[in-house]
């Protein structure tokens, strides 16, 4: 085979990846490709790339966090194991290239007053002033779909991705549960509450269709709601809420903490989070029982009664 190139390897690797990644993965592994091209040149032959090249390229990445550079390397290791697989590198140099390791990230969930704060907010805009009125508020147009997306994230910790591509046939009104394919395809049932299940009823009847293989959420012109999309509407009602950090991801650890605070088990918020071990699960348990110690010290009766 001819010297291959950064670029011609990448090509042949997502011809590959298409029917074995999540679109998703595929996302970020192209964007990974995109910026190490922009780097080093997509015309940059295989063989002439060093483990230094790959560690110049993360040190130079400054804008983005250690959690992304991880992801970075992440997305050329898997480029170098298939050609390797592929006999068409020898051996893969990313081994020789230190992972990143993410820096260790505070947990801190919405509080019952932000979330009051969060869903009074999806109503109206924030007061503005107009002909000589000061608390002029406009009704937003797309609020029954904002309440229903916020109580799902909410009721059952679902990744942005998941929520993403959930479709109206995932979502059983009559049982209360949705069917979710996370990580690796990995088909799993999560319920939700009455509560959930009125709000998911009384948006799809604003829809204008029958067609139960379309996103259970959609813009106004009815295409599937992205990450950036999610992110975009949460930033806004964080906003108009006064709430900081209002992004989708904290909906998923207010979800587990709040669940293991009200009695819920750990090895059950395994399955409905999609974890595959319980390391992470523990970090949420660990914030609910100081929680619980907190509030032991706050409420005792030998305590206060100083006995």
């Keep these: 085979m001819k010297d291959l ?62 959690k992304t550079k991880l992801n970075y390397h992440t997305g050329l290791s898997a480029l170098w194991n298939w050609m390797k697989s592929q006999h068409l590198v020898t051996e893969n140099l990313m081994q020789s ?69 959930l479709k109206i046939k995932d979502c059983d009104l009559r049982n209360r549960q949705i069917r979710v394919f996370g990580k690796g395809s990995k088909e799993r049932y999560i319920p939700f509450s009455p509560v959930t299940g009125q709000a998911i009823w009384i948006y799809l009847n604003t829809r204008e269709t029958t067609n139960v293989n379309l996103s259970l959420l959609a813009t106004e012109f009815g295409r599937k709601l992205d990450r950036h999309n999610i992110r975009h509407i949460c930033e806004r009602i964080g906003e108009r809420a006064g709430v900081m950090n209002c992004h989708p991801h904290i ?7 709040t669940y293991l605070r009200n009695g819920g088990d750990i090895f059950t918020l395994q399955k409905i989070l999609g974890h595959s071990t319980l390391d992470m699960v523990k970090r949420y348990l660990s914030i609910a029982m100081a929680d619980v110690a907190a509030a032991h010290r706050n409420a005792s009766p030998v305590m206060n009664w100083g006995l």
């Design 5 to 66: 190139t950064f670029g011609t390897a990448v090509d042949g690797y997502l011809i590959f990846a298409e029917s074995r990644k999540s679109p998703h993965t595929i996302a970020d592994y192209s964007n990974t490709f995109r910026k190490f091209a922009s780097f080093s040149g997509a015309d940059k032959l295989i063989k002439e790339i060093q483990p230094s090249d790959i560690d110049l390229f993360l040190q130079e990445q400054d804008e983005v966090c250690q």
């Design 97 to 165: 290239v230190e992972a990143p390791r993410p820096e260790h990230r505070e947990i801190h969930p919405f509080t019952d007053q932000d979330v009051k704060l969060i869903m009074a907010s999806i109503h109206s805009t924030k007061p503005y002033y107009f002909k000589g009125h000061s608390d002029v508020k406009r009704s937003l147009p797309e609020e029954k779909r904002t309440r229903a997306m916020l109580l799902i994230m909410l009721d059952t910790g679902l990744r942005v991705s998941e929520l993403c591509d």
């Design 251 to 257: 909906f998923r650890h207010t979800f587990a903490i």
